[in-house]
């Protein structure tokens, strides 16, 4: 358990383990916690910094790339990941319990059996595409331009995470407490940004 004193601050109390890819067994790393965080779900984007999709936005996504072309649950994974630049990727979990639905509502229909089985719009289904237009469209922009910045901000975070792994790995003892002191300092004007 080395390193979490310094670590807690950042974590707040939570008991999840390091990410596995900062897990080094036999000798304890120093800041290996701490970097586990950064590179763990919390730091990982969209669906683990505040960027998780509402479930309208799935269903929305999904009716505008079946109606471009018929796909199945993989692909529209795909496509939402490349059509937002990376910034969503949407879970199996999300996606296929939407296609369910859509099912259900006939709006859409699957072209085949099984598990690889794509989808379709159905004739009801391209009138509903028609007639919100709108606001499908508006599922594609809320998701791009808040992520976009959201992943400004941890594509930065990562940067300092790789230096204060450095830091740990490869400092002296004085420049670790001075790293130390300045994460302190960051973290305390991040906190007193977010209450102005």
Same mark, same amino acid.
Request: proline share 8%; hydrophobic share 30%; glycine share 12%.
């Given at each position: 358990?080395h390193?979490?004193?310094h670590?807690?601050?950042?974590r707040?109390g939570?008991?999840?383990?390091p990410h ?20 763990g779900?919390a730091?990982g ?6 960027g998780?999709?509402?479930k309208?936005d799935v269903?929305?996504a999904?009716?505008?790339?079946? *109606?471009?072309? %018929?796909?199945?649950?993989? +692909?529209?994974?795909? /496509?939402?990941?490349? #059509?937002?630049? &990376? ?12 296609l ?10 699957p072209?085949?059996?099984g ?5 379709e ?9 028609a007639?919100?237009?709108t ?7 809320q *998701?791009?331009? %808040?992520?976009?910045?959201q +992943?400004?901000?941890l /594509?930065?975070?990562r #940067?300092?995470? &790789?230096v204060?792994r450095?830091?740990a790995?490869?400092?002296t003892?004085?420049?670790r ?12 004007e991040?906190?007193?940004?977010l209450?102005?």
């Amino acid at each position: 358990m080395h390193g979490m004193t310094h670590t807690r601050g950042f974590r707040q109390g939570t008991q999840n383990p390091p990410h596995p890819r900062f897990r080094h067994h036999g000798a304890p790393n120093p800041g290996a916690d701490y970097m586990g965080f950064l590179g763990g779900p919390a730091f990982g984007g969209p669906r683990g910094f505040g960027g998780r999709a509402r479930k309208g936005d799935v269903r929305s996504a999904i009716l505008s790339l079946l *109606s471009e072309t %018929p796909t199945n649950g993989y +692909g529209l994974i795909k /496509a939402i990941h490349a #059509k937002t630049e &990376g910034a969503w990727r949407p879970s199996p979990g999300s996606v296929y319990p939407t296609l369910q639905q859509l099912v259900d509502e006939g709006l859409i229909a699957p072209t085949s059996q099984g598990p690889r089985a794509e989808y379709e719009l159905t004739d009801d289904g391209r009138t509903h595409v028609a007639e919100h237009e709108t606001e499908i469209a508006a599922a594609w922009s809320q *998701s791009r331009h %808040p992520w976009k910045e959201q +992943g400004d901000l941890l /594509a930065a975070a990562r #940067k300092l995470a &790789g230096v204060v792994r450095q830091v740990a790995s490869e400092g002296t003892p004085e420049q670790r407490a001075a790293a130390t002191t300045k994460l302190d300092d960051l973290r305390r004007e991040l906190y007193r940004m977010l209450g102005e």
